[in-house]
């Protein structure tokens, strides 16, 4: 049996476009490990994909409206990626973000074990 090796670069393009189409959740289904954990910019982690899953859950759901995403920038450098994110919502609160993120995970066995976010918001 022919073994293939795993394409981050694949995987993460693949992510990063589920995301952008609305399939962010079936991409944190398919490729985040059950013990990951997420930090935010503020430093405070998240740990375990349950927990986590429910937080993408609820921000996804705060989102009144989406009106533009893009990922502007990807890298990929031995088990780190990296993302650059511009995003312009309406939450349910009435508030309207233009949001600029970058996202560094590290993989590990084909699932991201850490993603950390860096992020700013602006009114």
Not at 2 to 18: G, I, P, R, S, V
Not at 52 to 64: C, Y
Request: aromatic share 14%; glycine share 6%.
């Amino acid at each position: 049996m022919e073994t293939t090796a795993f394409d981050l670069a694949a995987a993460d393009a693949e992510l990063n476009e589920m995301v952008l189409t609305g399939r962010a959740l079936e991409g944190f289904d398919k490729y985040y490990a059950a013990d990951v954990v997420m930090q935010e910019a503020t430093g405070q982690t998240f740990e375990g994909k349950e927990l986590n899953r429910k937080r993408e859950i609820e921000f996804f759901d705060s989102i009144a409206e989406w009106h533009s995403g893009a990922c502007t920038a990807a890298a990929v450098n031995g088990d780190v990626s990296l993302s650059e994110w511009a995003m312009d919502v309406t939450f349910k609160n009435g508030f309207r973000y233009k949001l600029e993120q970058a996202a560094v995970r590290r993989w590990k066995n084909g699932k991201i074990v850490h993603e950390r976010f860096y992020y700013n918001a602006a009114k």
